[in-house]
């Protein structure tokens, strides 16, 4: 089982500069999400799905847009890079009948 | 959702059990207790959630207190694999957020 897949694993970027960040799922859940974890911190919420066609900010969504065109894919785009995204991004997607998310392995961006 | 209480770090000696402690004294009636754990690099794993009644897994324990109040994660048999940061997280069942606190960073020593 692949789970969820993230690509790519890592990333640099200059600022300005724009990229997305993949996110694919296998499980045929509805549900999706982005977080972004600052060195010792927890993770924060950036954007979230519950299905395709429909998404919704977290607590954290400036500088990042998100779009759910399939129920398998959840992109994350960074129109304009900042150093403050230097961050590591995991995605999630969750299945409703335990309430369980899943994670993918993560992508670490660097903004210099 | 309710706000939880871990401490930041302990120890734990391979080969025995590790009693993780959680405390959520404004846990709501309608609230699950959820734990995972991230080990170093990887993303957040799941364990084990329960809403009362203890629960088991393959991977670990849950105990929640009769008042729900308090809960304990035990990992039978720790082993070096298990060295990770530990989330007890509360949250409603259909809440889509998970709201991650600082965690309890567990070391399991040979």
């Given amino acids: ?112 | 959702d309710a706000k939880t209480t871990q401490p930041t770090s302990m120890d734990c000696a391979e080969g025995r059990a590790a009693n993780l402690p959680c405390n959520h004294s404004t846990i709501s009636g309608n609230e699950y207790v959820y734990w995972y754990r991230q080990i170093h690099s990887q993303g957040p794993q799941y364990i084990i959630h329960g809403l009362k009644n203890n629960e088991t897994n393959e991977m670990a324990s849950l105990i929640i207190t009769e008042d729900r109040k308090s809960s304990t994660l035990i990992l039978p048999h720790a082993t070096l694999r298990d060295t990770a940061v530990y989330y007890c997280i509360v949250r409603a069942f259909n809440d889509y957020k998970l709201s991650f606190g600082a965690g309890t960073t567990v070391t399991v020593r040979a």
């Fill in chain 1, 1 to 112: 089982n692949a789970g969820v897949t993230q690509t790519p694993k890592f990333q640099v970027l200059k600022t300005g500069q724009s990229m997305t960040l993949q996110c694919a799922q296998d499980m045929n859940h509805e549900y999706m999400s982005w977080y972004r974890q600052d060195p010792g911190m927890g993770l924060r919420l950036i954007h979230y799905s519950v299905g395709a066609g429909i998404t919704d900010q977290g607590e954290v969504p400036n500088g990042y847009n998100v779009s759910r065109s399939t129920t398998e894919d959840f992109p994350l785009r960074l129109l304009s890079a900042a150093p403050s995204q230097t961050s590591v991004y995991f995605c999630a997607s969750k299945e409703t009948a335990q309430n369980i998310q899943y994670f993918g392995a993560g992508t670490r961006l660097s903004v210099l």
